[in-house]
């Protein structure tokens, strides 16, 4: 079976979503974050830190690597993820892409009390952080729109979600 990628903006539940699919289809699970923080034994905030950016992509780009040999496995990838590296590419060649759709007004909502552990957002002032996940989700929404799939989540809750992702991944 293919491998099926979970991916969104930051805040857009792609984690959770990815466990409980992951145990309702009897698949793997890899956390893209997760397995970074435990390679590297940092947390995000800390390599982040540490080094910068640019060092968390290739991390992220290396993961890919031992992704790409895995069978029957959802993916939640990072928000960056698909992003850099032509990684969008890559990842429909081996699996099924979804996008987790929300608006930034709505992510800005779901992530407000969610920063901590979310470099890239907590650097920003409280004041500038609305703006700021609009103009990154501008940036970013062409990769996202890439995908094999697109679900429209704003008007759906996560069990509604969780049977959209699994009729979709049914009929392919
Ligand atoms: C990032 C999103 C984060 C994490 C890192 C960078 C991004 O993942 O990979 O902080 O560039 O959007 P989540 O989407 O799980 O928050």
Redesign the pocket.
Known sequence: MDNIYLV?????G??TLGKKLSEIKNYEFI???KE?EKKNSMT?NQI?KNFD?SF?RQE?LSLLKTILKQKKTII??????V?FNNIMKTIKKNGISIYLKYSSKNLYKRLKENYQ????INKIQENKREEFISE?LQK?EKFYLESNFVIDCLSLNEDDILRKINSLISTT
């Open positions: 969104g903006f930051m805040g857009s792609k984690s956390d893209t974050d970074i995000i982040f950016e968390f992220e939640s990838t990072g928000g960056g993820f992003c552990g979310r470099p890239l990154l970013r």
